[in-house]
Structure formats: structure tokens, C-alpha cells
């Protein structure tokens, strides 16, 4: 059987508050030796997540700015067909964002919006927690834009619908919103099904997430795993036909608790190699 492990970065496997990973990289890389496969899926920019590899010290498949496109899929286990890079046909360059937004959101809605890219740097760190060097790649957007919203529940489903009447998409993240095209995580899932398939087996996918920009991604999951923030409240996404794990523990460790259960699911008989 042949284990993808699809994750989150902020709050997922990176720790919500420090975003470090340090306490279980050496599990993450005994995972990869191991022969699983991890694909990084985030709203994260690829300069991010190119970062994130450098601390890693390996080089994996990703799917950046929220499914805007991916990078390294060269690598899934026994492909034949998917490109190194592929950019999603749904994704919207931010200008054309920008040009939209201001002819299709009303005044009243714009107002409660907050765009990082308009914010002084210092609100911006702020606002995203982090260090000058990694708030240079944080703003190194294509195709989505990161914003705050000052409004109630009912205001943030009012600009949902206006947006995705105008062809556009609000998807909430840890810290803040992000504008961009109409898709998300979950739009690689079927390609990575079918690009990782080989004639040894079938993947079996399991995604863990943490924020509402990952439900779908959870969704689509053969096993689906949770992990709760620091106060112990976790995402909640309904019931379905696929089996869940809430994490014990929030991120990083939770992460790697997460994984260790789902695996544990498919138990390792003798002469199967899983790698």
C-alpha cells in the first residue's frame, strides 16, 4: 500500500504560534526514509514553502496559495504523467483580483477589509507572525490576497456570497482570509490519486489540516486528521464515510500523533511493502 501523507503547514504541522517543527523533524524525515510520500497543500506562497523544504533538508511535492498550483509533483511515487509544475486554470493573477474586487464588492463590504498588502510592515508582521525575512516571501503572492475582516459572522457570508458572484473566492486560514480564483487544497486530490497510481497499488491519502481552507482537502481524504489549536478547539467539518482522527495535542506533536494513528489503521502484514 502506498501512504500520502497531505498536510497543512500553520497550526498543522508547524506550530500555530512559532510555526517550528523541530520536536518532530526527525520522526518526518524517519517517515520519508520510511518510503511515505509528503505533500506540503497550503496558502502559503511557493517561496514559503521552498523555505520550509531548505529546514526539512528534503525536497517534496506542494501545492501552494491554496491550490493556485504545485510544485515538485515529479516526485509522486510511480508516476508517469504529472509535471514537475502545474499552475491551476482557475487561479487569478492578483491585479486581475484586485480589478474585480473593487468592480464587484460594495462599498460597505470593502470597508471591513484589510488587505496585508496595503498594511505598514510592521502591522503586517504583526499580522502574520513573522520575521522580516519570512514576511518578504509571505508577500510574495500570484495569485492570492491575505486580508483581515473587522466585521460580524453575518457580514464575512454576505462578502462570501458576493465574491463567488463575481467569480472570486474567500477562504478563511488560521490568521487571516484570502482572496483569490474559485479553487482550493482539494482541487489535486483526484490528480494525485491518479498521477501516484502504479501498478504495485493504489495511494491511500491521508490529509491533515487544521483551518477552514483545509475542509475540503479533509474531505477527499481516505483518513482525515484534525489537529486542535492550543485551547484544545478543533475544526469541525460534519460527518462523512471516511474515518476521522481529532489529534490529542495541538501542532507540531499532534501532528505526528495524528499520523501514527492513522497508520495504525492499516496494519503492516508480512511481505507488503508499504514504502
Not at 73 to 97: V, Y
Not at 159 to 167: C, R, S, V
Request: proline share 4%; glycine share 8%.
Amino acid at each position: 500500500m502506498n501512504f500520502i501523507l497531505i498536510t497543512d503547514l500553520d497550526g498543522t504541522l508547524l506550530g500555530h504560534h512559532d510555526f517550528d517543527f523541530t520536536l518532530i523533524k526527525s520522526e518526518v524525515l524517519n517517515l520519508l526514509d520510511s518510503g511515505y510520500l509528503l505533500v506540503i497543500a497550503s496558502s502559503k506562497t511557493k517561496s514559503e514553502i521552498e523555505s520550509f523544504c531548505d529546514e526539512l533538508g528534503r525536497t517534496v511535492p506542494f501545492i501552494y496559495e491554496n491550490g493556485a498550483g504545485v510544485g515538485n509533483f515529479s516526485l509522486l511515487s510511480g508516476c508517469l504523467e504529472s509535471p514537475n509544475i502545474h499552475q491551476n486554470p482557475k487561479a487569478i493573477r492578483t491585479d486581475a483580483l484586485l480589478t474585480i474586487w473593487e468592480r464587484s464588492i460594495s462599498l460597505d463590504l470593502k470597508s471591513l477589509c484589510h488587505f496585508v498588502k496595503d498594511m505598514d510592515r510592521k502591522t503586517q508582521q504583526a499580522c502574520l507572525g513573522l520575521g522580516a525575512t519570512a514576511l518578504e516571501r509571505a508577500m510574495e503572492r500570484s495569485f492570492s490576497l491575505p486580508f483581515t475582516f473587522s466585521g460580524p459572522d453575518s457580514a464575512v457570508q454576505k462578502l462570501k456570497y458576493f465574491t463567488a458572484e463575481a467569480g472570486l473566492s474567500v477562504q478563511q486560514g488560521g490568521r487571516v482570509y484570502n482572496l483569490s480564483g474559485c479553487h482550493n487544497k482539494a482541487d489535486y486530490l483526484p490528480k494525485i490519486r491518479r498521477w501516484a497510481t502504479n501498478a504495485k497499488a493504489t495511494p491511500t491519502l491521508i490529509a491533515l489540516g487544521d483551518s477552514m481552507n483545509d475542509i475540503k482537502m479533509l474531505r477527499q481524504a481516505d483518513v482525515s486528521c484534525v489537529i486542535p489549536n492550543r485551547n484544545g478547539r478543533c475544526l469541525s467539518f460534519g460527518d462523512g464515510n471516511y474515518p476521522t482522527i481529532i489529534a490529542p495535542r495541538a501542532a507540531p506533536l499532534g501532528w505526528l500523533d495524528a499520523v501514527m494513528e492513522a497508520l495504525a489503521l492499516f496494519p503492516v502484514r508480512k511481505g507488503v511493502n508499504y514504502g
